[in-house]
């Protein structure tokens, strides 16, 4: 058996591992419910059909050449790109959130919560800002 998307092989190889740790906890804790059986179910299914892709030629190529796609790389592009514009959002009111509750009710753990939230949020933009001078330099 050889492996021709190295990639997908070990993203498959994570998500069955996931399934059965997931499985086996379950079994050894007696609570199988319903939630717990989708997820298990689906990664097994999505573990083994990624292993069962990385091992096939045909659909590793395949595999590749829509990761190569310039529509589909545009398109994670936005995504990433939104993402991260709602993460900083939702960091910004969750830290103004935090920091209100934390002066109305005088509870210092909700003024530590926000500081943190303020922490996190300033590191995305640091980043923001050093990633475009990085990419404005280079090109």
Same mark, same amino acid.
Not at 13 to 27: H, N, Q, V
Not at 97 to 107: D, E, F, Q, T
């Given at each position: 058996?050889?492996?021709? !998307?190295?990639?997908?092989?070990?993203?498959?190889?994570? %998500?069955?591992?996931?399934? *059965?740790?997931? *499985?086996?906890?379950?079994?050894?804790? !007696? !609570?199988? #419910?319903? #939630?717990?059986?989708? *997820?298990?179910?689906?990664?097994?299914?999505?573990?083994?059909?990624?292993?069962?892709?990385?091992?096939?030629?045909?659909?590793?190529?395949? #595999?590749?050449?829509?990761?190569?796609?310039?529509? &589909?790389?545009?398109?994670?592009?936005?995504?990433?790109?939104?993402?991260?514009?709602?993460?900083?959002?939702?960091?910004?009111?969750?830290?103004?959130? *935090?920091?209100? %509750?934390?002066?109305?009710? @005088?509870? #210092? @753990?909700?003024?530590? %919560? @926000?500081?943190?939230?303020?922490?996190?949020?300033?590191?995305?933009?640091?980043?923001?800002?050093?990633?475009?001078?990085?990419? @404005?330099?280079? &090109?």
């Amino acid at each position: 058996m050889k492996v021709y !998307n190295k990639k997908g092989f070990v993203s498959g190889i994570f %998500m069955t591992a996931l399934g *059965l740790l997931d *499985l086996i906890a379950s079994i050894t804790q !007696n !609570n199988f #419910d319903i #939630d717990s059986v989708i *997820l298990i179910v689906a990664l097994l299914v999505a573990g083994s059909s990624t292993i069962m892709r990385s091992v096939s030629q045909k659909l590793s190529r395949e #595999d590749k050449l829509a990761e190569l796609d310039e529509r &589909n790389r545009l398109i994670a592009l936005k995504a990433k790109s939104r993402s991260f514009q709602l993460t900083q959002i939702i960091s910004f009111l969750l830290m103004l959130v *935090l920091l209100v %509750m934390g002066k109305v009710s @005088g509870y #210092d @753990g909700f003024i530590a %919560m @926000g500081v943190g939230s303020a922490f996190v949020l300033s590191i995305s933009m640091f980043a923001e800002i050093f990633t475009y001078i990085y990419y @404005g330099s280079k &090109n």
